[in-house]
Structure formats: structure tokens, C-alpha cells
């Protein structure tokens, strides 16, 4: 528990989360009481129990106290910089929670710089994608990070459109925010899922609300979470796609920046997800599901959280 003088200080803080410190004092957070958080939706299907979890990206470090909660035997939190390393101890002592951190900074040349702390079962990029020069080099550093058949979850700004288009955030024109670049169209972010071996199993959209100042002029913009198996080398590609295959053999950037082990001596994953019951026969078809129909035709989007355990807040009572 945090004492009186710690809880003092930390309900001064500023919080990316609302963060409930010790009964009755909530931190409140950016975000408003039913903005969805849609990776937090996601990872309650995910079978965390007695796996190895990475979180890349973590601020106060919510996400890594609900893998926490969920079993995970061991959890290590990542970020650019340590700077919110006092409210994570603050969150570990009021959720009696515990994990590692490393300080990573920019978020590529990932799989060197953890190159010490092995492969993982379970790998969580939210609300990082958006915030890169380059999307492609940072998925393409992750990936080997990710054991065979493990899960991958990626959140990140999205245009709802049938294209092979990245929008570029030239001027502040689609967030005023200065650490925001790209908002790729839902095709093309599977398409590089993909490319880098992963297989889409399940996903939440959330439309920006119209208000908002987060759009590209006559687009639907949106925030999507997805979560993927990591699989063999082409097999979540399409079988005429010969270029991408061909790619990943002889590319020098593909090669030198993914370098993914295969072979059977490498380390597998058994970590289960309980894919939604709309999804299944996709995925009993096709080993994946198809993004841009899963948002537009087959339900998968979050207008507004119906309770709190689906949102920005964390209570010391929730389960998850």
C-alpha cells in the first residue's frame, strides 16, 4: 500500500490513466469515463496464465498490472524513456503488482536491444504505430520478439477505407499532436501484418467522433486494436502473393531488420484466445480474419464502453 505522503504526491501528478491509488482517491486521466479501451477489451480473451508478456509502450504501466492479474508468470514493461517510473512504483504498491522495466529508446532495433531478455508469448504495441517515422521498421523489430504461435496486439489511428494508402499528418491535419505521423488505411496495416507473419484473429474499431479533430477530409478515420498469431514465414499471406515471399528471402531491409528464427527448434507458444463467436468461421476457413470486413460487416466496433473495466480507468477491485 502507498503511504500517506506517497498517495499525496501522486494525486498531484499528471496521469495518461485514471488510476484508482487506494479506496475512494482516483488519479483522474485523459480520457473521458466511457472512452473505450479497446486493447484492455481484447486482452481479457487472451489466456495470460503462466505466460511471458511484453509490454512496449507502457507510461504508468496499467496495462502490465492487468497482465498481472491474469496470471502472466513473467512481465516486462518497456518505454522510450523512464518517465513515468514513480508512478509505475506507485501502481505496483497499490496493486501489489510486479514487473521489470527497460528503457528502450526509440522503438526500433527492438529485438537487439532485448536481445538479453528472450522471446515472449504475448506482445502488446498499442498507441506506439502513430508515433513513429517509420511504421513498417518497428513492426519488422517486434516481430522476432514474438514466439511461434504467440500473440501479437497492435492499437494504433486508422482510415476506414479500401485502399493501400498511409495518410501523412502533413501540417497537424490530422492531429495537432507533434508526435504523430501516419494513419495507414485498415487494408494496408493487414497487409503489413501480414507481411510481417501475422495472422489477424480478432479486432474493435472505434470511430473518431465527428467533432474530434483526428480526420482526413471525406474519411472515416478511427482507432483499431487487433490481435494476431505469429506464424510460420508466409502463411498469413494470400497464395499468389509471390512478391512478398520473395521479399522476405532476398529484401536487405526485411533481412536486416526482421531477422525471425525458423525452424522447429524454436521456441513455440501454447497461449490460447478465445476468439468471438462472430469471427470463428473466418477463422476456421482461413487461419485469419480479413480487418476491413470484421469493422465494416461483422460488428466489430466500440461506439462507447457500457462499464468501467472497458475504459481508461483501473480500479483496485477489478478483475481485469
Partial sequence: MLSNEELAQAAKEWWYYTVELSPGLVAQGTYPPDFPYMPRMLMRQAHLQGQDCLDLGSMEGVIPVLMNRKGARRVLATDAVPHCAQKMDWLKKAYQADWDFREVGLMYDLHQKLANEGTFDYVNLSG???????????????????????????????????????????????????????????????????????????????????????????????????????????????ADDSWARRSMLGSWEYTGLSPQKQGADQPASTIGYDVPEALQAQIAQKGSIDLYLAVNEHGRRVVRATRAQDTYLLRLTDES
Fill in 128 to 238: 506506439v504505430l502513430y508515433h513513429v517515422f517509420s511504421p513498417m521498421h518497428t513492426l519488422a523489430c517486434a516481430r522476432p520478439l514474438v514466439k511461434k504461435n504467440g500473440l501479437f496486439m497492435l492499437s494504433t489511428n486508422v482510415v476506414n477505407e479500401q485502399s493501400d494508402v498511409m495518410h501523412f499528418n502533413t501540417a497537424g491535419k490530422l492531429q495537432t499532436e507533434p508526435n504523430t505521423f501516419w494513419y495507414p488505411s485498415i487494408p494496408l496495416l493487414e497487409y503489413m501484418l501480414r507481411y510481417f507473419n501475422f495472422a489477424p484473429i480478432d479486432c474493435l474499431y472505434s470511430r473518431h467522433p465527428s467533432d474530434a479533430a483526428l480526420y482526413v477530409p471525406g474519411k472515416e478515420c478511427g482507432f483499431i486494436s487487433i490481435v494476431c498469431r505469429a506464424v510460420d514465414r508466409g502463411t498469413a499471406l494470400p
